[in-house]
């Protein structure tokens, strides 16, 4: 079946720290892969996606590479902000059933 | 422009009442989702809808019950609320595609139901 996995949080860093967000999946078939964002009252928005192995996915100096040997699609991102304060949800797409799969969120908080 | 809208915003309630949540989009996508978000944030898929057809339906009880009057709108009706229906619901939608990078889901902003 399908199933994604990402680490627990909250994962709390500084003002300009290095940030990786672990996600693994588990799939059948060739499935999109997505880095979803939540910010604190409001609804999921898309942060970015990578559609075929060893797509990078990149948006607001996020990345993401879709890793099929690992089954892996780590968010990183190079120098967090406060703003950056909010849930990432991991997810994966099964283009067969258009079933997404969703990752249990990893709450990220940045201190000044 | 708000792309995937949701009525209302918060809902508080008295359990064993009957309410509905509306949810519209403008994106012109042929399929439309229901998903419900715990206390700790999981997502749960209940209902999708694909051209006003009922494609998935997860094990939902049957007190929810979705309903889609044309591509651009999916309601929720909620009978006889319990207190665990508590939670925030998102509607989504997308335009499902063969191999096309459309899939991608545009989530609405949430109601967020409070049953006392």
């Known amino acids: 079946g399908n199933s994604v996995t990402q680490m627990e949080g909250p994962v709390t860093l500084s003002e300009e720290a290095f940030l990786t967000i672990n996600c693994t999946y588990t799939?059948?078939?060739?499935?999109?892969l997505f880095w979803y964002v939540q910010y604190p009252g409001e609804g999921l928005q898309l942060l970015l996606k990578a559609t075929k192995a060893d797509d990078k996915g990149s948006n607001k100096g996020f990345e993401a590479t879709y890793r099929k040997e690992t089954t892996s699609f780590h968010l990183e991102k190079g120098s967090v902000q406060v703003s950056d304060s909010a849930v990432y949800f991991c997810a994966l797409s099964d283009r067969s059933f258009n079933k997404f799969y969703f990752g249990s969120g990893t709450k990220l908080n940045v201190k000044p | 422009d708000t792309a995937v809208s949701q009525t209302p915003k918060y809902l508080v309630t008295q359990m064993g009442n009957d309410k509905s949540i509306k949810c519209e989009q403008n994106?012109?996508?042929?399929?439309m989702y229901w998903y419900k978000q715990d206390s700790k944030k999981f997502l749960k898929i209940m209902f999708s809808?694909?051209?006003?057809?009922?494609?998935i339906n997860e094990t939902v009880p049957n007190r929810f019950s979705p309903k889609s009057p044309d591509k651009a709108h999916l309601n929720l009706h909620i009978n006889s609320l319990e207190l665990g229906d508590s939670a925030v619901y998102f509607c989504a939608s997308s335009q499902v595609g063969t191999g096309s990078i459309k899939e991608t889901q545009y989530f609405g902003p949430g109601t967020r139901l409070l049953v006392l």
């Open positions: 809808y694909n051209n006003k057809e009922l494609i």
């Open positions: 994106l012109g996508h042929d399929t």
């Open positions: 799939a059948t078939g060739y499935p999109s």
